[in-house]
């Protein structure tokens, strides 16, 4: 019964990892092409906030891996 949940969860982990890096590209992309003082404050703060949701996903999509060793 664990392993489909697992599953689940992986997957979903997966996608959201997915849609994290899309999304840091978009803001990345963004600071780039933004003069504007408080907009690039805000965008390395929200890079900052995703960079380390990133990392979180990104840990745990790599667990499996570590358990089945």
Do not use: C, W
Not at 13 to 35: C, S, W, Y
């Amino acid at each position: 019964m664990t392993a489909p949940i697992a599953k689940d969860v992986l997957a979903s982990a997966t996608l959201h990892l997915e849609v994290l890096e899309e999304f840091i590209g978009v803001v990345r992309r963004k600071l780039t092409v933004t003069d504007n003082a408080f907009a690039r404050d805000s965008l390395t703060d929200l890079l900052l906030n995703l960079t380390e949701q990133r990392d979180g996903y990104q840990a745990l999509t790599t667990l499996p891996a570590a358990i089945a060793v």
